[in-house]
């Protein structure tokens, strides 16, 4: 969490906007141009969501995933495995995946992302309580 000050500006009114020009953000081969333009749709906001109380905890009553993200200067990574940590205290089982990328790994590290989402989704995905994936593979046999 020591970086948290560097990546972001707070105001007093409890709003932030990055500070670093995106350099926690964009992954080294990208074009500079198009992060550019990219962080100059960026602007403050309310930062004070992050502390309120959670009235409603979805993931005790849904499968969960998290991606980790080993580089991520915003979450940083031994803090994301508390997270994971805490939910699986409760009893919840979490399938976890790491990329070795930064905060926003839709941005900068689509593919890994994709292929947790299906991995996820495809683990979890059932009709007539039999999983997705049976039948898919049922499905794709009985076409040859």
Known sequence: MDLVPIAFNFAEDGTWITTLSGCWLTPARSPMTRWTRYLATLV???GKGMYLPIKHAEWREIPVAYIHTTADMTVPFDYQKSFVEGIEKTGRRVQT????????PNLTATEGVVDAINKTVEGWATVDGVPLSCQMKKSVRSEK
């Open 97 to 104: 995946f790491e990329l070795a990328t930064g905060h926003c």
């Open 44 to 46: 403050r906001w309310n």
